[in-house]
């Protein structure tokens, strides 16, 4: 009889820290999903399939699932149909994989910086080398131009803010 209480006991503790477990996963927002890094992140969204194949050309995949952590100004598959006809096209060709490059890295910068902590006129150095202007107006925050439509992804290695336009270094 002492023995099949201390097993039921023990099946109870067993549940309940089970139970524990998943309630800590729910509440925290995780649902019992691994977080994955910025370039799976993007790719599972759907809506960067461009990005995504730009990432892969511009031989730049390894550098943004690295430790970073960055900050990703990600355009969306719309903001690359929005850059005039034949420009990514040719930025895609192998001869302009520097030009690419420096297209791509013009959206990243290091560390993270979520949304509340851009400042109105900030300039921060990409990895590019150039930096780009943080303006706010209202409820609503650009980067050159270029609207955040969604903010403070959460990836392992940095954030991403959704742009919905293409920024390109002068």
Not at 75 to 87: I, Q, V, Y
Not at 89 to 107: G, Q, R
Not at 152 to 157: A, G, L, S
Request: hydrophobic share 45%; glycine share 6%; no cysteine.
């Amino acid at each position: 009889m002492i023995m099949r209480r201390k097993r039921n006991i023990s099946i109870y503790i067993a549940l309940a820290a089970a139970l524990l477990l998943l309630a800590t996963e729910t509440f925290a927002g995780n649902y019992g999903k691994k977080q994955s890094d910025i370039v799976d992140t993007a790719v599972t969204a759907g809506t960067f399939n461009t990005l995504a194949a730009a990432l892969e050309a511009g031989d730049l995949v390894d550098t943004l699932k690295a430790d970073g952590p960055y900050t990703v100004f990600a355009p969306s598959d719309e903001a690359f149909a929005r850059l005039p006809d034949g420009t990514l096209e040719m930025l895609l060709l192998p001869e302009n994989k520097d030009k690419l490059t420096a297209v791509l890295t013009y959206h990243v910068v290091a560390g993270r910086v979520y949304s509340d902590q851009l400042e109105n006129g900030a300039m921060p150095a990409t990895l590019q080398g150039s930096p780009v202007k943080v303006v706010l107006e209202q409820d609503a925050a650009f980067i050159n131009g270029a609207r955040v439509v969604s903010a403070d992804i959460e990836t392992t290695n940095g954030v991403i803010h959704v742009i919905d336009k293409v920024l390109l270094p002068k």
